[in-house]
């Protein structure tokens, strides 16, 4: 964690009371002081500039470790596509730890097998994450199933999310690619590929005043014309 000091000359002597529960680091040129937390406890720390005559700034910072990992993982991706994986790491009083930069963090993401790739979500300005949460992109390599967990290694113990399960199923396809519907007459959509065993699927027309779709994949033809019946493959946050 960084904390910016403000007024004086710039030029301090830095002390750690309690050395055991962090370490820390001062940058001259910056007039920031770096902590890095190594154990829970009560981080004493002071500051005396060694320019100018006043008395010593002192604070008492509360340090805590990760209590627990929450992990929000949809259940089905696509081979070949990618989902989002939020986690949230807790401190030991069950307070969300807000997570200025994940980098710091020795967070390791323990898929249960090869069939799923994991890695941090490239930071980009144009999306902001809220506070306290870190991205991962997870892609779907193989058919199957597997699961998906974090473990964050600390010094006292290392933590560990609750093992998600997903499946990477393949790609769906709407048969057949083209047909023609009577005005007033239906016709029945299938499906090949999706999740398994039952792909939930969500059905949609791009005009809806030359036909509908139901829930079930059968297109009614309402007037002459030509449209494009969408199937998407839907599952679940866990």
């Known amino acids: 964690r960084e904390f910016k000091v403000n007024q004086g000359s710039g030029y301090y002597d830095f002390v750690l009371r309690t050395e055991m529960v962090a370490e820390g680091n001062y940058v001259?040129?910056?007039?920031?002081?770096?902590?890095?937390?190594?154990?829970?406890?009560?981080?004493?720390?002071?500051?005396?500039?060694?320019?100018?005559?006043?008395?010593?700034?002192?604070?008492?910072?509360?340090?805590l470790g990760i209590g627990s990992i929450k992990l929000d993982l949809p259940d089905k991706v696509e081979k070949g596509q990618c989902v989002t994986a939020v986690v949230r790491l807790y401190d030991t009083l069950d307070n969300l730890l807000p997570i200025p930069n994940a980098e710091f963090l020795n967070l390791k993401p323990i898929p249960e097998s090869g069939i799923i790739g994991v890695k941090a979500q490239p930071l980009d300005k144009k999306v902001e994450i809220p506070l306290g949460e870190i991205w991962f992109v997870v892609t779907g390599l193989e058919l199957g199933d597997?699961?998906?967990?974090?473990?964050?290694?600390?010094?006292?113990?290392?933590?560990?999310?609750?093992?998600?399960?997903?499946?990477?199923?393949?790609?769906?396809?709407?048969?057949?690619?083209?047909?023609?519907?009577?005005?007033?007459?239906?016709?029945?959509?299938?499906?090949?590929?999706?999740?398994?065993?039952?792909?939930?699927?969500?059905?949609?027309?791009?005009?809806?005043?030359?036909?509908?779709?139901?829930?079930?994949?059968?297109?009614?033809?309402?007037?002459?014309?030509?449209?494009?019946?969408?199937?998407?493959?839907?599952?679940?946050?866990?």
């Open 146 to 238: 597997t699961s998906l967990k974090f473990t964050a290694v600390q010094q006292k113990g290392d933590v560990s999310s609750t093992s998600m399960p997903i499946q990477v199923f393949p790609p769906l396809t709407l048969m057949p690619r083209n047909v023609t519907v009577i005005v007033g007459s239906s016709f029945q959509i299938s499906s090949r590929g999706g999740p398994q065993p039952d792909a939930n699927i969500e059905y949609s027309v791009d005009a809806t005043d030359i036909a509908s779709v139901g829930k079930s994949g059968v297109v009614l033809g309402a007037s002459h014309g030509s449209t494009k019946v969408t199937g998407k493959a839907v599952g679940t946050l866990k």
């Open 28 to 63: 001259d040129n910056t007039r920031v002081l770096e902590v890095i937390p190594k154990l829970d406890g009560i981080l004493k720390l002071g500051l005396k500039d060694l320019c100018l005559e006043s008395k010593p700034a002192y604070a008492e910072i509360e340090v």
